[in-house]
Each structure stands twice: as C-alpha cells, then as structure tokens.
Nanobody
C-alpha cells in the first residue's frame, strides 16, 4: 500500500522558517520524482518544487530562492525547507510521487502551513 506521510506544517511568523517532511511507504523511492505542491482556497493545486532521484530539481518561479527541496533516498524522505516565509506561502502542502517509468502518481494527505504574526 502506497502512503506518503507529510509532517512539519504549522504556524510560523512572516520571515520565519519551517521544514516539511514527507516519508514514503510502498513505492520504489529511487524511481520516483518527488514533489511538493501547494493549494490555497479557491485555487488549483500548484507545483512548488520537484526533485528526481538523481537530484535534478525544478522550482516554481514564485519560490525565488527561499524554498529548498531535498531528498534522502536512504530514509525514503523528501523535504521542503522554507525560509523567509511570506503570507502568500500559506496553504496546504501536498507531497507527490511520480514513478518515472509507470507515471503512476501518489499523493499525501497534505499538511497545513499558516503564516501569521
């Protein structure tokens, strides 16, 4: 059974930092492109960043160097380090896995990030 379990969300002040984690179960981690998506009320889920097993990284334009995606293949975990957060970074962050061969996608349950002073 495939499971992606996110953690690390919560309340952070503007300018603060937060690290999201996503632990993967039931997938061949090394063959999956791992990504973080964000969804805000009334909007579609949008890509924040993705990382392949070989370390190729893709960031959305709005990331602007403040967010960093990384993965630990030994721990089957992908991270999103969020620095200098802004109110517009708020939303529900979802972990995504896409198998490079089968194109099968899996989603986590989402973790809420709230930016407020």
């Amino acid at each position: 059974q495939v499971r992606l379990v996110e953690s690390g969300g919560g309340l952070v002040q503007p300018g603060g930092s937060l690290r999201l984690s996503c632990a993967a179960f039931g997938i061949v981690f090394e063959t999956n492109i791992m990504g973080w998506y964000r969804q805000t009320p009334g909007n579609q889920r949008e890509l924040v960043a993705s990382i392949s097993s070989s370390g190729d990284i893709n960031y959305a334009d709005f990331v602007k160097g403040r967010l960093t995606i990384s993965r630990d293949n030994a721990k089957l975990t992908v991270y999103l380090q969020m620095n200098s957060v802004k109110p517009e970074d708020a939303g529900v962050y979802y972990c995504n896995a896409e198998d490079q061969h089968t194109k099968r996608q899996s989603w986590g349950q989402g973790t809420q990030v709230t930016i407020s002073s």
